[in-house]
């Protein structure tokens, strides 16, 4: 499974960015994974983002409701992360993840519930 990241860069804090990663080489049709979005910064480890589910379900971090949006387009194996009202805390390297089938109860935004990972995108957020 590949997953590749795009649309980092960076912006003013109350800016927006959106996001993109597209799979390919998928076991499974797209449809089939458990999706998330993680990032990681010099200060923080690795945290969960957003997920969206197999069922549908979506789960966002606290710290991102209400700003960030994700969302995926099933025909494209492709997953988005829509981010609104940016701030300088939200500076980090942003991550794709699947996960076949599921993801595991109450795993959708820790990182040990993930299998496959992009390489990254960098966001910056500064004035």
């Known amino acids: 499974v590949k997953l590749v990241e795009s649309g980092g860069g960076s912006v003013q804090p109350g800016g927006s960015l959106r996001l993109s990663c597209v799979a390919s080489?998928?076991?499974?049709?797209?449809?089939?994974?458990?999706m998330g979005w993680f990032r990681q910064s010099q200060v923080k480890e690795r945290e969960g983002v957003a997920s969206?589910?197999?069922?549908?379900?979506?789960y966002y971090a606290d710290s991102v409701k209400g700003r960030f949006t994700i969302s995926q387009d099933n025909a494209k194996s492709a997953l988005y992360l829509q981010m609104d009202n940016l701030k300088p805390e939200d500076t980090a390297i942003y991550y794709c993840?699947?996960?076949?089938?599921?993801?595991?109860?109450?795993?959708?935004?820790?990182?040990?519930?993930?299998?496959?990972w992009g390489q990254g995108t960098q966001v910056t957020v500064s004035s």
């Open positions: 969206i589910d197999t069922d549908g379900k979506i």
């Open positions: 080489d998928l076991f499974y049709d797209y449809s089939r994974y458990c």
């Open positions: 993840a699947a996960e076949n089938f599921y993801c595991s109860s109450g795993a959708n935004l820790m990182k040990s519930g993930y299998e496959f």
